[in-house]
């Protein structure tokens, strides 16, 4: 029978639990508390910080990334807040949060470079799906030998969902009405090529070695 833990050995174990969480998860909360924070922006200052192709010509390269981190609405931030969560959560133990922090920024330039550069039908765009994509993909290259099951069902996910965008349906309808806005499918695509190369270039400078966890 194990010994019931007095209370300071109690405090003493959640202060633990608690710096172990933080050290996992501050950059993860810092992105969400930052897309939920900017959703309470007026549609002005939305406007200046969305990715819009003439003013991009015109020198306002930060709407590259800016562009990424405010969104249409309420419903528009829910889905990318939910989904980054889910990312993060998926592969905690794979990736630490300065991993992170280069992944996603990689993604989120992807995306924005990519939008500007490569549809000028897109003349206004916000939102984090497509960097969130990037991160996931680089995160199941990472991660897919700890995770494999997991790996492989978002593997499957992901190219069923790009096969039926790219060449079945285009773009979401369903979502589109959800969000109140026109979904850029691209978006998608662009943030998944970049973490495909992040991933591949850190998984071999950084984890191909690693071993996976154990279970008895």
Do not use: C
């Amino acid at each position: 029978m194990n010994k019931p833990l007095s209370q300071a050995e109690r405090e003493q174990l959640a202060t633990a639990r608690a710096r172990e969480f933080f050290r996992q998860w501050w950059f993860s909360l810092i992105v969400m508390v930052l897309i939920v924070a900017t959703s309470g922006l007026s549609p002005a200052m939305i406007d200046t910080l969305a990715l819009v192709a003439d003013k991009i010509r015109d020198g306002e390269w930060w709407r590259i990334v800016t562009s990424q981190f405010v969104h249409v609405g309420t419903n528009h931030m829910l889905l990318n807040v939910v989904g980054y969560l889910i990312v993060g959560a998926a592969f905690r133990e794979d990736v630490n949060p300065k991993e992170e922090a280069v992944a996603l920024a990689f993604a989120v330039l992807g995306v924005g470079m990519g939008i500007y550069l490569l549809n000028p039908e897109i003349q206004w765009y916000v939102g984090l799906s497509g960097a969130i994509y990037g991160l996931l993909v680089h995160n199941l290259i990472v991660g897919w030998r700890r995770s494999t099951i997991l790996s492989l069902l978002f593997t499957a996910f992901l190219l069923g969902k790009f096969y039926h965008e790219q060449f079945v349906s285009g773009p979401d309808t369903v979502t589109a009405s959800f969000i109140g806005a026109q979904v850029a499918i691209d978006s998608h695509l662009y943030g998944a090529i970049t973490g495909l190369v992040t991933g591949l270039i850190s998984f071999f400078l950084f984890h191909r070695h690693a071993q996976p966890a154990r279970s008895a």
